[in-house]
């Protein structure tokens, strides 16, 4: 018996191991979040949560329900294929309130970044030398953004 | 025309239930979403991105990415010709050494460019969802994860900022956000493709280089596609189960 | 821009881990040598380097506790770490790691240092006076036991715990080899090498500064160096350095040899932005020079005083070669891009919470710990026991 006794500050020591343990497991149970592992090792929760974010983009479908007139002129063009805000930007905030008018791109600007001649581009991609290619007048003047071909109604 | 949220939301019946079921908890009480019943990934047409930036900065408005880091980003290689020296043999190996730009992460396009010799092309890169994620594996706590339906995603009020994940990703798709301190990245836009829209690179790209694709979907365009074309991703090598999937990838492409 | 050359993909411009991330794995390398040091003694019986036993505990627990300072520095969000504990992923090296770190501190060398000193312990308690008296009676936890008999089952428990503390301070510095080894995405960090290299590398930055601290303390001591146990010291190191630099040539040549896709990428930034660190300090100066210095020693017949200057020169080259190498590895293997067209340069802040103050702070911290440590338990019971005696 006095091994136990002589050895008693031993039991000492793993006692407060077991008590440290004890405690690390009631504060962990109070701590880990409920939702951490509903479907593997994360915060169930966090799905739904990184799914609630607010959208900026509207998606085009939604621009087609008001605009059925400009979509139904972009799907006969060249442009048939370019979605509403690839041009116009973001507009979620306008598809929830109609009275915020969003600004009208400027062409100049919108035009060149797909149209600016590169040898970088695909060689079947429509691209002219902004330079060159009638300089300071407006791309408009000549070509319909909803419908840019010289031939379908933007033609002089 | 005035129409009110309200309104809208009545237009939109399918996203309206949607909408309000996402907004009240996960995704899997919508009664049109069933996380189970999609696996989400993405194709690149090489030959059909122009390297506009489209995406580049539709991503940053969509998801607030700062400045200098990027969710999605387009580089643009050229692989110049061979070239007729004595021996034939070169070094740098235009094919092992293309030149690679990305100004700004390809944000507001490319300085045009004017040498016709040699090959171009557009590399639109993002996260690629990777079914056997290194990034997810060495997260000490949890904070990072494959979602049900296949998407990489970062629980922020989580995260330690340890940026192992940041090291452990191939293909430079993550980074710390300078002001949230956490792991940033791309979520495939999942608060989007959650309510049957598509994420925000894709709708603002104009020659449809890029698409979303659900692999679970048998009526999605994709399964047809990986028939006929060549497809690959990128540094299989790595065996990390992309599912960024590439037509026309270039072997120069890393 | 920003020291891109080349092409960098756009989010590795920043590098992630800073020279925080460098000290970790060097503070971590130097507890497990010291460990390593006082199991010599311990469960080899190597009785000639017996008077550095509880200095090297001490200096391995000093370190200990600042080991994790600069990882939770580090971190976003420092007071979500117990998250570690509480949600440890369990395919992440850096989960476990926080594990690990406990078991080796609590169950190995807390136990170790308070199996051995028991007896001082109980002594002090009865000896001293106030704050100190009550800070040593809750050390005792309570039991002033120290018969024969109970003395005998603490130095019996003392060597299994030692000899479990062996391969735990294997797996903890291992471990630390791991986290950075099993980065499939960076091919200078992946290799199953890595973590026998931090073992190895950890034990001579250990050994060498147990040796240094030794010296040093019996110098302000006024006492003098027992030879016998520095000779000692510096065998085991300069054996243990043999290894430690053959395993890194090993890894060097194979690399070399296999000349992957990575190899033109690597070998550029080793000639030119690692030139310094990697060849210069942590090969030239920090292996080689202290290799030779050790070399010397063991063939050639030197008075005494040339031996202590040169074990003084060896060991501290060595702990700069070892935290060269530590820099090498953490900062050079984000140096590069992972696309292998481009690199990048680290600039060190200086005052910010990663910068190179909290640094050198972080360096010199465990310094005071040590000194607290000493001066609560003497490390010399002989000495103070004659001191009583006279």
Known sequence: ?156 | ?254 | MNGVEGYMYPNEITLYWSVLIVLYPYITGLVAGAFILASLERVFRVEAVKPTYRLALLTALAFLLVAPLPLVLHLGHPFRSPEMYFTPHSTSAMAMFGYVYLWYLMAVLVLEIWLDYRRDIVLLSQSSKGLLRFVYKVMTLGSSNISPRSLAIDDRVGWIVTLIGIPSAFLLHGYVGFIFGSVKANPWWSSPLMPVVFIFSAMVSGIAGVMLLYMAISKLRKQVIDMRCVDSIAMYLFYIFIIDFSLEMLDLVHRIYEANESFNSLNFMVHTQLYFSQIVLQIGLGTITPLALLFLTQVVKLPEIARKYMYVLSGSLALIGVLAMRWNVVIGGQLFSKSFLGYTTYKMSLVTREGLLVAIFLTLLPLVFLWVLIKLLPPWPEKSAHAAAD
């Open chain 1, 1 to 156: 018996m006095s091994v136990f006794k002589d050895a008693g500050h031993l039991f000492r020591f793993a006692g407060l191991f077991v008590l440290a343990f004890l405690i690390f497991l009631v504060v962990r149970h109070y701590i880990v979040p409920k939702s951490f592992g509903q479907y593997g090792h994360y915060r169930g929760a966090s799905i739904g949560e990184i799914a609630a974010r607010p959208v900026k983009f509207a998606g085009h479908e939604t621009c087609e329900t008001c605009h059925s007139d400009e979509a139904a002129k972009k799907s006969s063009g060249k442009h048939a294929h370019v979605n509403c805000e690839a041009c116009h930007g973001a507009l979620a905030s306008h598809a929830d309130d109609p009275s915020i008018m969003p600004v009208l791109p400027d062409t100049a600007v919108l035009c060149a970044r797909c149209h600016t001649a590169s040898a970088a581009k695909p060689k079947g991609f429509p691209q002219v030398d902004p330079a060159s290619h009638y300089p300071g007048t407006p791309c408009n003047t000549c070509h319909q953004p909803h419908s840019p071909g010289m031939d379908a109604g933007g033609a002089k």
């Open chain 2, 1 to 254: 025309m005035k129409i009110s949220r309200r309104q809208m939301l009545i237009l939109l019946p399918a996203a309206a239930v949607a909408w309000e079921s996402v907004m009240a908890g996960t995704p899997e009480d919508a009664p049109n979403y069933k996380m189970t019943g999609h696996w989400w990934g993405m194709l690149i047409d090489i030959p059909k991105c122009i390297g506009c930036g489209n995406c580049v900065r539709a991503c940053q408005t969509e998801n607030d990415v700062p400045d200098g880091y990027f969710r999605t980003w387009v580089e643009r290689y050229h692989r110049s010709d061979w070239p007729m020296s004595e021996s034939g043999d070169v070094t740098p190996n235009p094919l092992i050494a293309p030149e690679v730009i990305s100004p700004d992460g390809g944000k507001e396009g490319f300085p045009a460019a004017t040498d016709e010799s040699g090959k171009y092309f557009f590399v639109p890169k993002m996260c690629n969802h990777c079914a056997e994620s290194p990034c997810t594996q060495v997260c000490p706590v949890g904070a990072t994860f494959i979602s049900p339906d296949g998407v990489v995603l970062v629980d922020q009020t989580y995260c330690l900022g340890c940026a192992y994940c940041v090291q452990a990703c191939p293909y430079g798709c993550r980074y710390v956000h300078p002001e949230k301190k956490v792991a940033d990245k791309c979520t495939l836009c999942y608060h989007r493709i959650t309510k049957g829209l598509t994420t925000a690179c894709c709708e603002a790209c104009p020659t449809g280089a890029r698409q979303l694709v659900d692999l679970k979907n048998p009526n999605d365009p994709i399964h047809a596609f990986l028939k006929t074309h060549s497809v690959q991703v990128l540094k299989p090598q790595m065996a990390t189960g992309a599912k960024l999937f590439y037509n026309d990838l270039d072997g120069s492409v890393r």
